[in-house]
C-alpha cells in the first residue's frame, strides 16, 4: 500500500464511522503563544476539547501536518539516529469532541489496523500500552478486543523524558491532556530494541504506532488539572512509521515518500545513495524546511524563524560532509514538490519561494562554515576530555554562525559533549555586554534557552499532578 493510499483508507474507515474529514491546520498555530508550531493532530481543535468552541460535527477526522523541532516535543536530535523519527511527518488522527470515549476510540483503532478489509496487521505483532491505573482501557484491551492480558503493558508518567513511554500526553505545559494508550509493533527480532518500558525501548525493534488519548483534563499555568467540560478522544498515528509496515520495510526512510527524496539527496550532493545517515538527515530537513517556508515562515535569529535556520544550517552541514559542491539543498526540492505537491497543493504554489529562500541561506552560511569547521577541529586536536567547552560553542555560534545544537551534532559523531551551561553563561555575558554598551542586542538564542526551561517545568510539574488524577470511564 502506498503512503497514500494508506492516508485515504484512513480517512474513509473514520468517515464510515461518521467523522468528518478536516483539512490539516497549518505549522504555524492559530492564536496559540504556547506553542511553537504545530505539533500533533490536537492542536486545531484546542478549543474544541476546552469546550470553548462549537463546531458542526462532534467527530473529525484528519491527516495533520507536524513539526517537532523545539518545545515540548523535540526529535531534532532524534533524525539521523533513529529509523522512526522525523523533524516533519503526517499524523493520522481520529477525533471526538465530547462524543465517544475509550471504549469506542480502542475497538475502532483495532478494527482499522487488523480487518481484513482495512490493514489486516497480524494481531500478533501488535503490542499495547496503557497508563498505570486505567483499569477500564485494561479491561477493554483483554476481555473485548481479546489481545492477551501480557501484551498489555501499564506504564505511567515519566514527565517527558526523552526516549522513554509516557502514557499521559499532553501537548504542552499547559492545555488539554489525559491519559493514554499506546499501540506498538513488532518488527522482529533482527532489529535491536526491547518492550515499552525496558532499558531497551529507545530501539527500533518495538515502534509505537499509535497513541489513543483519553482527553480528560486542562492544564492551567500554575499546574492545576482541570476536568474538561466533557471526555472526549485525541488519537495520532504517524503516516511514515505505518507505511513502513505496509510496505515491509523497517525503517520510515525505506518508505514510497522518501526513496526519491534519497536519490535526490545523492544527486544534489554527489554522494552514492547508500545508507549514510547524512543523507537521511538532508532527506528529513528538507520536508520540515520547505513545509515551514510554505507555511510562512522564514529564517531570523529569533523564535519560529531560528529553528527554521538552524535546521536549514544542520541540513548544510550534512552536505558539507557528504562533500557537496556549492549550494545543494534548494535544488532537493522539486522532488519534494513532484513527491507531495498533490496532497499538499502548498509546496505547488510556493516551490519557487522555497527555493529562494533556501539558496539564499545557503550561500550566507556557506561563507562561514567551512572556516568554522576548520576552527573546530583545531580546537578539537587541544581538547582535553569529552567536554567542548562553552567558549568554543560560544565563539563558534558567535563569529560563525554555528548554532549550539549543529556543534552539538558534531560533537556526537564524535562520542563527545558540548558544555551548554558554559555556553548560555557566554551568551548571558554576551547580553550583558550589549546592555551596558546600550546597543541593540537581539537574542539570538532566546529560544534554546527558553526551550530547556520550559522543559525542566514540565517535568516537575508533571511529576506533581499525575498523583492527582482521577481516571474517568466511559460514561462517567
Ligand atoms: P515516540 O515515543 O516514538 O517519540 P511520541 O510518543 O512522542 O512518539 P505521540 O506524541 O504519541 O508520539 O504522537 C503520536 C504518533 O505520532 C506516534 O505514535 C507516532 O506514530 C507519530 N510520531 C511521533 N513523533 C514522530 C516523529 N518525530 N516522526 C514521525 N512520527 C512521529
Ligand atoms: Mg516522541
Ligand atoms: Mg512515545
Ligand atoms: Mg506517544
Not at 194 to 213: A, C
Amino acid at each position: 500500500m502506498k503512503s497514500a493510499e494508506i492516508r485515504e483508507a484512513f480517512f474513509r474507515f473514520f468517515e464510515e464511522k461518521g467523522h468528518t474529514r478536516v483539512a490539516s491546520s497549518s505549522l504555524i498555530p492559530a492564536n496559540d503563544p504556547t506553542l511553537l508550531f504545530t505539533n500533533a493532530g490536537m492542536n486545531q481543535f484546542k478549543d474544541c476539547f476546552l469546550g470553548l468552541e462549537k463546531r458542526a460535527y462532534t467527530r473529525a477526522v484528519t491527516s495533520q501536518k507536524c513539526v517537532r523541532a523545539g518545545g515540548k516535543h523535540n526529535d531534532l536530535e532524534n533524525v539521523g539516529y533513529t529509523a522512526r523519527h522525523h523533524t516533519f511527518f503526517e499524523m493520522l488522527g481520529n477525533f471526538s469532541f465530547g462524543d465517544y470515549f475509550k471504549r469506542d476510540a480502542i475497538h475502532y483503532a483495532w478494527e482499522f489496523l487488523t480487518s481484513e478489509k482495512w490493514l489486516n496487521l497480524p494481531k500478533e505483532k501488535l503490542w499495547v500500552t496503557i497508563y498505570e491505573s486505567d483499569d477500564e482501557a485494561h479491561d477493554i484491551w483483554v476481555k473485548e478486543v481479546g489481545v492477551p492480558a501480557e501484551r498489555v503493558i501499564r506504564i505511567g508518567d515519566n514527565g517527558g523524558a526523552p526516549y522513554a513511554s509516557d502514557n499521559f500526553w499532553a501537548m504542552g505545559d499547559t492545555g488539554p491532556c489525559g491519559p493514554c494508550s499506546e499501540i506498538f509493533y513488532d518488527h522482529g527480532e533482527h532489529i535491536w530494541g526491547g518492550l515499552p518500558g525496558s532499558p531497551e525501548e529507545d530501539g527500533d525493534r518495538y515502534i509505537e504506532i499509535w497513541n489513543n488519548v483519553f482527553m480528560q483534563f486542562n492544564r492551567t499555568a500554575d499546574g492545576e488539572m482541570h476536568p474538561l467540560p466533557a471526555p472526549s478522544v485525541d488519537t495520532g498515528m504517524g503516516l511514515e512509521r505505518i507505511s513502513a509496515i505496509m510496505q515491509h520495510v523497517n525503517s520510515n526512510y525505506d518508505i514510497d515518500l522518501f526513496k526519491s527524496l534519497l536519490s535526490a539527496v545523492a544527486q544534489a550532493t554527489g554522494h552514492v545513495n547508500d545508507d549514510n545517515p547524512s543523507l537521511k538527515v538532508i532527506a528529513d530537513h528538507i520536508r520540515s524546511c520547505s513545509f515551514l517556508i510554505a507555511d510562512g515562515v522564514v529564517p531570523s535569529n529569533d523564535g519560529r524563524g531560528y529553528v527554521l535556520r538552524r535546521i536549514i544550517r544542520r541540513a548544510c552541514r550534512h552536505g558539507h560532509k557528504l562533500g557537496a559542491q556549492g549550494s545543494f539543498f534548494y535544488k532537493v526540492v522539486a522532488a519534494l514538490v513532484e513527491e507531495m505537491g498533490e496532497a499538499f497543493p502548498e509546496l505547488q504554489h510556493n516551490q519557487a519561494q522555497i527555493e529562494r529562500v533556501l539558496k539564499t541561506e545557503e550561500e550566507q552560511f556557506a561563507k562561514t562554515l567551512e572556516q568554522g569547521l576548520r576552527i573546530l577541529e583545531q580546537d578539537l586536536e587541544d581538547l582535553e576530555g569529552t567536554v567542548i567547552p562553552g567558549a568554543i560553542v560560544f565563539k563558534l555560534y558567535d563569529t560563525y554562525g554555528f548554532p549550539m545544537d549543529l556543534t552539538a551534532d558534531i560533537a556526537r559523531e564524535r562520542d563527545l559533549t558540548v558544555d551548554e551551561e558554559g555556553f548560555e553563561r557566554e551568551m548571558e555575558a554576551q547580553r550583558e555586554r550589549a546592555r551596558s554598551a546600550s546597543t541593540f542586542g537581539i537574542d539570538y538564542n532566546a529560544l534554546v534557552k527558553v526551550d530547556s526551561e520550559t522543559e525542566f517545568l514540565g517535568y516537575q510539574k508533571h511529576q506533581a499532578n499525575a498523583k492527582v488524577l482521577m481516571i474517568l470511564k466511559d460514561g462517567e
